[in-house]
């Protein structure tokens, strides 16, 4: 992954699709280096189809659990209300 990030330097993708993907792929494989762009990125993306898979995948790990609750706690006001409710489950 690192060989990866330094050729296309995916985890400052400023594409959020590409960032999406990538972000994914990171926490699929607890790419440690891409976890400050993920926090940003959950952060300040608001569409449910690009948080939620990120979440879903954050929280199968209790330390990716207590990562996603701190930024879903952060991002929660400016969310919309869909994304807060699709999302909130996965912070029990």
Known sequence: LDELD??????ASQNNEIAHSWLLIAVKNQY???YDRLYDYLTHIGRNK???PLYRELVKT???KAFARKAFA???P???PLTIKANEGYMQ
Not at 6 to 11: I, K, M, R, V
């Open 78 to 80: 400016g969310y919309h």
């Open 62 to 64: 209790d330390e990716g």
């Open 50 to 52: 690009l948080v939620k």
């Open 32 to 34: 440690k280096p891409a």
């Open 6 to 11: 330094a050729a296309f330097n995916l985890t």
């Open 74 to 76: 952060e991002a929660r």
